[in-house]
């Protein structure tokens, strides 16, 4: 005798059935957020003019600004290009993970660790499209390359624009930087810089002339190509690092305007980016976040005049552990999520990075160990203010050199020629500029920041992971 199926079973059946139908018609329709960091090369805290410059126009990122938030004591965890950029992509200190001193050359053999979890790493665990279109330097050896690193992609340079492929020998043949920006089609050859596409060489020199618009066509496409899907694009620009190139229809031939020329064509390229996101109807489901990889190359390190830019009114420049060495000009987007129009002050840093992106989209966050960022998602919403109140210094080859704490910053100055280390104290928020030292002044508050600073420093260094190594 046939069994009989009850109306109530039946209905049951039908109402999961659709339930299920709708559950997966949400999750379609909410995926999970796309994510662009656009970080620059040697870009000055004053190098926009919605970051107060007067003679660099940017009107793509002001836009931007205007749609989303600046962020006006941002840091990177280095004043040096390789530590930073090591941090921005692990949320770690670069001396937890031995990728402090000083920056990467052709003939060195070391890079990031392959088991640090980067953004790539997470996010492409998670099912997104990653791309790296830009600078690496990271270790350009294949195991540190990023398609080594969580990146499914790799166009770009391996290292600063100013090295050599493959032993950074032949640098005395280059012309001096006015003359090199008068003929820059005769400079460009004289570099042998390498462009890579994933783990491959396929132009030596690179023609930097045409680099930057490149990045961008690269970036278009990826995006493009994955719009259904969501991504992850990493964008770090080789410029304006010194050798500075423009293409020859936008170049302004006068070497005095040579770094303004430079950040405004730069600009002109992130608007087509940002343009392209908003095309393809990308806008409420896309973080953007600009920022550079420390300041400018203008200072009391190593000045380059107008082939550098400006980290006003903030006090010196990359390499030092001075404002103007490691606090960027940073903006988010994100329309709908992130409040436009909006600025604030207090602190953050692309440390903060990883574990903010991670709470945003969702995703599980599994680190090789301890890190140093902290999820300032909340913050970057406008729902809270900013959880993160300290921030060590490290100087250009990993020692410690300062702390900032609320208002407060202490900075003592490396004594590696043996005389005795400069302690100053700052109130960041009553002196921008770093003028008045106010140790004789508060003689507690040096005394309690300096055990602080320390004792954060030594909780690093207990923890220290291996850089990544190989033996040629």
């Known amino acids: 005798m046939p069994t009989k199926i009850r109306f109530p079973l039946i209905v049951g059946f039908l109402c999961l059935l659709f339930g299920l139908l709708i559950t997966r018609a949400q999750e379609s329709a909410e995926q999970k957020p796309n994510f662009i960091i656009i970080f620059t090369d040697d870009q000055g805290y004053n190098d926009l003019s919605c970051f107060g410059s007067d003679t660099i126009n940017t009107p793509h990122l002001d836009l931007l600004a205007e749609q989303g938030r600046k962020f006006t004591s941002f840091y990177v965890a280095s004043p040096v290009c390789t530590p930073s950029r090591a941090a921005l992509l692990t949320g ?166 040579a770094y303004a020329n430079t950040i405004e064509h730069m600009d002109t390229e992130c608007g087509r980016l940002i343009e392209a996101v908003k095309a393809l109807g990308l806008s409420k489901n896309t973080y953007i976040i600009f920022t550079s990889d420390n300041g400018p190359w203008n200072g009391s390190w190593i000045p380059f005049n107008n082939h550098a830019g400006s980290a006003a009114p903030l006090r010196d420049g990359k390499g030092t552990t001075y404002e103007g060495g490691q606090r960027v000009p940073t903006i988010m987007w994100a329309p709908g999520r992130i409040p436009a129009g909006t600025e604030t002050s207090e602190i953050a840093a692309t440390i903060d990075l990883l574990p903010t992106i991670a709470a945003i989209a969702g995703t599980e966050l599994n680190p090789r160990g301890e890190i140093d960022g902290v999820d300032i998602s909340d913050f970057i919403h406008g729902k809270n203010t900013s959880p993160r109140s300290e921030f060590l210094y490290y100087s250009r080859d990993g020692s410690i050199e300062g702390l900032r704490q609320g208002d407060w910053k202490l900075r003592m100055s490396d004594n590696r020629n043996k005389k005795p280390a400069t302690v100053e104290l700052f109130n960041l928020v009553a002196d921008i500029e770093e003028q008045e030292n106010l140790t004789q002044k508060h003689p507690s508050k040096v005394v309690s920041l300096t055990e602080r600073m320390r004792e954060l420093d030594a909780a690093i260094f207990q923890g220290i992971r291996a850089r990544g190594k190989i033996n040629y």
């Open 92 to 257: 770690s200190y670069p001396r937890r993970i031995d990728m402090a001193k000083g920056v990467i050359f052709p003939q060195d053999n070391h890079g990031l660790h392959t088991d640090e979890l980067t953004i790539a790493d997470m996010l492409k665990e998670a099912g997104y499209a990653t791309a790296c279109i830009g600078k690496w330097h990271l270790g350009h050896r294949k195991p540190f390359l990023p398609t080594s690193q969580g990146f499914d992609t790799y166009f770009g340079i391996p290292y600063s624009n100013d090295m050599n492929h493959p032993d950074n020998s032949g640098k005395k043949a280059v012309l001096r930087r006015d003359d090199s920006w008068k003929d820059q089609d005769t400079a460009w050859k004289r570099w042998k810089t390498p462009l890579m596409q994933d783990e491959a060489i396929i132009e030596l020199p690179v023609n930097q002339r045409t680099i930057t618009r490149r990045y961008t066509d690269r970036a278009i496409d990826f995006i493009t190509a994955n719009k259904e899907t969501p991504f992850f694009l990493y964008l770090p620009h080789s410029m304006p690092h010194v050798p500075l190139f423009v293409p020859e229809d936008v170049v302004d031939p006068d070497p005095a305007n």
